[in-house]
């Protein structure tokens, strides 16, 4: 019994990375259309590095 509480609890882990990784996956996508609109160089690195740790995390999480 302890066992199925086990893969339960795996499963739900693996749904909030999953759900991280959707999450992450819009966040990426807005940050690069943001990046492709005229912007200040000063913004454009901050959309940069907002970027960067995004994919950081992505690779973290092993997202697909």
């Known amino acids: 019994l302890a066992h199925a ?9 693996r749904q909030r990375g999953d759900d991280e990784c959707a999450r992450l996956e819009a966040h990426i996508a807005r940050l690069d ?13 901050k959309l940069a590095e907002r970027r960067r740790s995004a994919r ?5 999480l092993r997202c697909k």
């Open 33 to 45: 259309a943001a990046a492709r609109q005229p912007q200040s160089a000063a913004v454009q690195d």
């Open 5 to 13: 509480g086990t893969v339960g609890a795996g499963q739900a882990a």
């Open 56 to 60: 950081s995390r992505q690779f973290e």
